[in-house]
């Protein structure tokens, strides 16, 4: 049956505001007469009314005389531990394409030198036959330079004249 009553009882909701004084005079007379009448609604502004009491007992909190400092020195301590991991955070957007554009420079350049290195160096066949017949040109100088030391009487003749 108290549930009926609290459920029919549209008073409730002003009982904070009645003990704060933040109703209009008609409202605050409304609901003194009402808990006057209704057990239900008197138990709960009792309720209320102790717990504003306490809360106005209460002492406020005075802080340290160097909480200031202390606050903003642990701030500052937070703020660089963060700031050395966000560098990449920090830059501008106007930077962000620039380092993208210059790490897919550097991975086609690395995959560029890598894949030259390890190509294996393959000849035409023309190539294949001068690697291997390299002794043999050289060699052909020489043999033509023979002339000139088959003739190498007659060029000592004419140096001596």
Excluded at 95 to 107: E, F, I, S
Excluded at 132 to 148: F, G, K, Q, R
Aim: aromatic share 8%; with cysteine; hydrophobic share 40%.
């Amino acid at each position: 049956m108290d549930k009926k009553m609290k459920k029919s009882c549209n008073v409730t909701d002003l009982i904070s505001p009645f003990i704060d004084g933040e109703l209009s005079p008609k409202d605050n007379a409304s609901v003194l007469q009402h808990l006057e009448s209704c057990a239900i609604c008197r138990k709960e502004y009792d309720a209320l009314k102790s717990v504003d009491k306490l809360l106005c007992d209460i002492k406020p909190l005075e802080p340290s005389f160097d909480f200031a400092r202390e606050f903003w020195k642990k701030v500052d301590t937070l703020e660089a531990k963060k700031s050395r991991w966000s560098i990449l955070k920090n830059l501008s957007w106007g930077w962000r394409p620039a380092l993208g554009a210059v790490a897919a420079l550097l991975v086609i350049a690395s995959g560029s030198v890598i894949y030259y290195r390890s190509a294996p160096t393959t000849l035409d066949p023309t190539g294949m036959l001068i690697a291997e017949n390299i002794t043999l040109y050289s060699d052909y100088e020489i043999i033509n330079s023979l002339e000139l030391l088959e003739n190498w009487e007659e060029i000592i003749t004419l140096e001596e004249i």
